[in-house]
Protein backbone atom coordinates (compact mmCIF):
# COMPACT_ATOMS: atom_id res chain seq x y z
CA UNK A 1 0.00 0.00 0.00
CA UNK A 2 0.59 3.60 -0.49
CA UNK A 3 2.08 5.15 2.60
CA UNK A 4 -0.79 7.14 4.47
CA UNK A 5 0.33 10.21 5.82
CA UNK A 6 -1.01 10.76 9.44
CA UNK A 7 0.81 14.07 10.97
CA UNK A 8 3.50 16.66 9.70
CA UNK A 9 5.03 19.29 11.87
CA UNK A 10 5.47 22.56 10.19
CA UNK A 11 8.58 22.52 10.39
CA UNK A 12 10.07 20.85 6.92
CA UNK A 13 13.19 18.33 6.71
CA UNK A 14 16.18 19.25 5.20
CA UNK A 15 15.86 23.08 6.41
CA UNK A 16 19.59 24.68 6.18
CA UNK A 17 17.69 28.48 6.16
CA UNK A 18 17.41 28.02 10.36
CA UNK A 19 19.66 29.91 12.30
CA UNK A 20 21.32 26.89 13.94
CA UNK A 21 22.42 25.84 10.74
CA UNK A 22 24.59 28.66 9.88
CA UNK A 23 28.40 28.14 10.34
CA UNK A 24 31.72 30.52 10.24
CA UNK A 25 29.56 33.56 9.97
CA UNK A 26 30.99 35.91 13.35
CA UNK A 27 33.75 37.43 14.01
CA UNK A 28 35.64 37.56 17.05
CA UNK A 29 34.33 40.81 17.87
CA UNK A 30 31.12 39.55 17.69
CA UNK A 31 32.02 36.95 19.66
CA UNK A 32 33.94 38.73 22.32
CA UNK A 33 31.75 41.47 22.47
CA UNK A 34 28.17 40.99 21.73
CA UNK A 35 27.90 37.39 22.38
CA UNK A 36 29.68 38.10 25.94
CA UNK A 37 32.62 34.89 24.80
CA UNK A 38 35.60 35.51 26.37
CA UNK A 39 35.88 32.67 28.76
CA UNK A 40 34.94 30.09 25.93
CA UNK A 41 37.61 27.39 26.75
CA UNK A 42 38.90 25.21 29.26
CA UNK A 43 42.39 23.88 27.63
CA UNK A 44 42.88 27.01 24.84
CA UNK A 45 41.95 30.41 23.99
CA UNK A 46 40.80 30.02 20.45
CA UNK A 47 40.85 33.63 19.62
CA UNK A 48 44.77 33.99 20.45
CA UNK A 49 44.96 29.92 19.56
CA UNK A 50 47.34 30.10 23.15
CA UNK A 51 47.19 27.47 25.85
CA UNK A 52 45.89 27.75 28.80
CA UNK A 53 48.25 27.56 31.79
CA UNK A 54 47.99 26.26 35.08
CA UNK A 55 46.28 29.03 37.43
CA UNK A 56 45.70 31.30 34.26
CA UNK A 57 41.74 30.18 34.16
CA UNK A 58 39.29 32.90 35.32
CA UNK A 59 37.40 30.43 37.32
CA UNK A 60 40.49 29.09 39.52
CA UNK A 61 40.76 30.21 42.69
CA UNK A 62 44.72 31.03 42.29
CA UNK A 63 43.70 32.50 39.23
CA UNK A 64 46.95 34.61 38.08
CA UNK A 65 46.69 35.86 34.07
CA UNK A 66 49.85 34.68 32.22
CA UNK A 67 50.31 34.11 28.24
CA UNK A 68 50.67 30.63 26.90
CA UNK A 69 52.51 29.01 24.70
CA UNK A 70 51.51 29.75 20.83
CA UNK A 71 50.15 26.53 19.49
CA UNK A 72 48.92 25.85 15.49
CA UNK A 73 45.02 25.90 14.31
CA UNK A 74 45.06 22.22 13.70
CA UNK A 75 46.77 22.03 17.28
CA UNK A 76 44.05 24.42 18.82
CA UNK A 77 40.94 22.93 16.69
CA UNK A 78 42.06 19.30 18.02
CA UNK A 79 42.41 20.29 21.86
CA UNK A 80 38.84 22.13 21.35
CA UNK A 81 37.25 18.94 20.27
CA UNK A 82 38.75 16.64 22.68
CA UNK A 83 37.78 18.81 25.23
CA UNK A 84 34.73 19.05 23.90
CA UNK A 85 33.68 15.14 23.85
CA UNK A 86 35.29 15.22 28.04
CA UNK A 87 32.77 17.67 29.06
CA UNK A 88 29.97 15.75 27.33
CA UNK A 89 30.06 13.99 30.95
CA UNK A 90 28.14 16.15 32.92
CA UNK A 91 25.27 15.01 30.42
CA UNK A 92 26.15 11.88 29.61
CA UNK A 93 27.04 8.95 32.18
CA UNK A 94 24.43 6.66 32.68
CA UNK A 95 22.44 4.54 30.56
CA UNK A 96 23.29 2.09 27.11
CA UNK A 97 23.45 5.77 24.71
CA UNK A 98 26.20 7.55 26.33
CA UNK A 99 28.71 7.38 23.47
CA UNK A 100 26.50 8.95 20.73
CA UNK A 101 26.85 12.46 21.53
CA UNK A 102 30.21 11.85 21.56
CA UNK A 103 30.27 9.81 17.79
CA UNK A 104 28.06 13.17 17.34
CA UNK A 105 31.11 15.38 18.26
CA UNK A 106 33.78 13.88 16.12
CA UNK A 107 31.33 13.76 13.12
CA UNK A 108 30.43 17.57 13.62
CA UNK A 109 34.82 17.68 13.64
CA UNK A 110 34.94 15.19 10.43
CA UNK A 111 32.05 15.24 8.40
CA UNK A 112 31.75 18.66 6.63
CA UNK A 113 28.24 19.21 7.47
CA UNK A 114 27.02 15.66 5.85
CA UNK A 115 23.86 14.05 7.33
CA UNK A 116 23.96 11.81 10.23
CA UNK A 117 22.39 8.66 11.04
CA UNK A 118 22.20 6.03 14.05
CA UNK A 119 21.04 2.48 14.57
CA UNK A 120 21.56 3.18 18.98
CA UNK A 121 19.91 6.67 18.29
CA UNK A 122 16.79 4.97 15.81
CA UNK A 123 16.51 2.17 19.02
CA UNK A 124 16.35 4.74 21.73
CA UNK A 125 13.42 6.56 19.84
CA UNK A 126 11.64 3.49 19.11
CA UNK A 127 12.06 3.05 22.81
CA UNK A 128 11.23 6.37 24.12
CA UNK A 129 7.65 6.04 21.92
CA UNK A 130 6.28 2.88 22.97
CA UNK A 131 7.46 3.48 26.79
CA UNK A 132 5.32 6.50 26.73
CA UNK A 133 2.08 5.60 28.60
CA UNK A 134 0.95 9.03 29.15
CA UNK A 135 -2.41 10.00 27.66
CA UNK A 136 -0.51 12.18 25.48
CA UNK A 137 1.29 9.72 23.97
CA UNK A 138 1.32 10.04 19.91
CA UNK A 139 1.16 5.95 19.60
CA UNK A 140 -1.96 5.50 21.84
CA UNK A 141 -3.38 8.19 20.62
CA UNK A 142 -3.14 6.80 16.59
CA UNK A 143 -4.55 3.22 17.59
CA UNK A 144 -7.50 5.42 19.99
CA UNK A 145 -8.66 6.32 16.50
CA UNK A 146 -8.12 3.18 14.66
CA UNK A 147 -10.03 1.34 17.27
CA UNK A 148 -13.10 3.56 16.88
CA UNK A 149 -12.75 3.46 12.68
CA UNK A 150 -11.68 0.52 11.54
CA UNK A 151 -14.65 -1.39 9.33
CA UNK A 152 -14.20 -4.96 10.22
CA UNK A 153 -16.85 -6.08 7.46
CA UNK A 154 -15.34 -4.26 4.61
CA UNK A 155 -11.94 -4.76 5.99
CA UNK A 156 -10.59 -1.32 5.48
CA UNK A 157 -9.77 2.23 6.88
CA UNK A 158 -12.03 5.02 6.40
CA UNK A 159 -10.27 7.74 4.57
CA UNK A 160 -12.31 10.57 7.14
CA UNK A 161 -10.41 8.93 9.63
CA UNK A 162 -7.08 9.99 8.27
CA UNK A 163 -8.05 13.80 9.77
CA UNK A 164 -9.09 12.45 12.97
CA UNK A 165 -5.92 10.88 13.74
CA UNK A 166 -4.15 14.15 12.68
CA UNK A 167 -5.81 15.77 15.11
CA UNK A 168 -5.78 13.37 17.88
CA UNK A 169 -2.06 13.79 17.65
CA UNK A 170 -1.95 17.47 17.45
CA UNK A 171 -3.47 17.22 21.02
CA UNK A 172 -0.73 15.26 22.29
CA UNK A 173 2.66 15.59 22.40
CA UNK A 174 5.34 14.56 19.74
CA UNK A 175 8.35 12.11 21.00
CA UNK A 176 11.56 13.57 22.10
CA UNK A 177 14.16 13.09 24.54
CA UNK A 178 12.83 15.89 26.94
CA UNK A 179 12.21 13.35 29.72
CA UNK A 180 14.18 13.90 33.04
CA UNK A 181 16.58 10.70 32.16
CA UNK A 182 17.52 12.56 28.99
CA UNK A 183 19.66 15.46 31.72
CA UNK A 184 22.26 12.70 32.14
CA UNK A 185 22.05 9.22 29.21
CA UNK A 186 22.90 11.95 26.18
CA UNK A 187 20.17 11.88 24.79
CA UNK A 188 18.89 15.19 25.44
CA UNK A 189 22.03 17.00 24.56
CA UNK A 190 22.43 14.85 21.71
CA UNK A 191 18.73 15.48 20.32
CA UNK A 192 16.66 16.95 22.50
CA UNK A 193 14.06 18.43 20.72
CA UNK A 194 13.10 17.23 17.00
CA UNK A 195 12.60 19.94 14.54
CA UNK A 196 10.93 17.97 11.84
CA UNK A 197 8.64 14.80 11.95
CA UNK A 198 6.46 12.71 9.77
CA UNK A 199 4.35 9.94 11.00
CA UNK A 200 2.54 6.88 8.31
CA UNK A 201 0.63 4.13 8.43
CA UNK A 202 2.98 2.27 6.29
CA UNK A 203 0.78 -1.19 6.60
CA UNK A 204 -2.10 -2.18 7.60
CA UNK A 205 -3.67 -5.58 7.79
CA UNK A 206 -7.63 -6.10 8.86
CA UNK A 207 -9.47 -9.27 9.04
CA UNK A 208 -12.83 -10.44 10.87
CA UNK A 209 -11.53 -9.65 14.68
CA UNK A 210 -8.65 -8.00 14.35
CA UNK A 211 -6.06 -5.23 12.64
CA UNK A 212 -2.34 -4.40 12.47
CA UNK A 213 -0.16 -1.87 11.47
CA UNK A 214 2.86 -0.56 10.24
CA UNK A 215 3.47 2.77 12.09
CA UNK A 216 6.60 4.52 11.15
CA UNK A 217 7.99 7.46 12.39
CA UNK A 218 10.50 9.88 10.76
CA UNK A 219 11.99 12.86 12.63
CA UNK A 220 15.26 14.85 11.94
CA UNK A 221 16.96 17.63 14.11
CA UNK A 222 19.73 20.08 13.70
CA UNK A 223 23.05 19.43 15.21
CA UNK A 224 23.92 23.13 15.69
CA UNK A 225 23.71 25.68 17.71
CA UNK A 226 21.08 29.00 17.08
CA UNK A 227 22.05 32.59 18.51
CA UNK A 228 19.20 32.38 20.77
CA UNK A 229 20.58 29.64 22.63
CA UNK A 230 24.13 30.88 23.64
CA UNK A 231 22.17 34.05 25.13
CA UNK A 232 20.20 31.63 27.15
CA UNK A 233 22.32 31.99 30.48
CA UNK A 234 21.38 27.72 30.66
CA UNK A 235 23.83 27.95 27.82
CA UNK A 236 26.03 30.53 28.85
CA UNK A 237 27.06 28.51 32.42
CA UNK A 238 28.55 26.00 30.49
CA UNK A 239 31.96 25.37 28.46
CA UNK A 240 30.81 22.57 26.45
CA UNK A 241 27.83 25.04 24.89
CA UNK A 242 30.59 27.75 24.66
CA UNK A 243 32.84 25.92 22.57
CA UNK A 244 30.44 24.16 20.16
CA UNK A 245 29.26 27.79 19.41
CA UNK A 246 32.36 29.28 18.45
CA UNK A 247 34.06 26.36 16.80
CA UNK A 248 30.65 26.52 14.53
CA UNK A 249 29.96 30.56 14.23
CA UNK A 250 33.68 31.78 14.40
CA UNK A 251 35.08 32.91 11.03
CA UNK A 252 38.36 31.51 12.25
CA UNK A 253 36.37 27.48 12.18
CA UNK A 254 33.48 27.27 10.78
CA UNK A 255 32.43 23.98 11.29
CA UNK A 256 29.68 22.56 9.44
CA UNK A 257 26.04 22.00 11.42
CA UNK A 258 24.68 19.13 10.11
CA UNK A 259 20.43 17.45 10.00
CA UNK A 260 20.68 14.19 12.45
CA UNK A 261 18.01 11.78 10.66
CA UNK A 262 16.28 9.65 12.86
CA UNK A 263 13.97 6.65 12.10
CA UNK A 264 11.70 3.74 13.62
CA UNK A 265 9.10 1.08 12.79
CA UNK A 266 6.39 0.64 15.48
CA UNK A 267 3.62 -2.72 14.91
CA UNK A 268 0.23 -2.29 16.71
CA UNK A 269 -2.90 -4.30 16.68
CA UNK A 270 -6.43 -3.66 18.26
CA UNK A 271 -9.19 -6.50 18.42
CA UNK A 272 -12.78 -5.91 17.30
CA UNK A 273 -15.18 -4.86 20.18
CA UNK A 274 -12.12 -4.28 22.31
Request: glycine fraction near 4%.
Amino acid sequence: MTPLLIYSTQNGFNDSSSDDMRYGDLTDSCLQNHFNLRDVSTVVNPYSMELLPAFSHPHNRFYYPTTGKRISKHECIKLMFDDLRRLTLPFSFWGPNTDIIKQMITHLQTAQGRSFSNVSLNSAFNHQIISDNSPNSSLKRIKEILDKNIDYEKKYLPIEALPQITLNIKGGILPKFTRAEDNFNGLGLAVHDMYSMEITIDEIDINQSEYRCLIRYKAQDHFGLDQNDIKDWKFQQFYFFKTWFVLQRSQNYGFKPFFTNIETYIKIKGKRNA
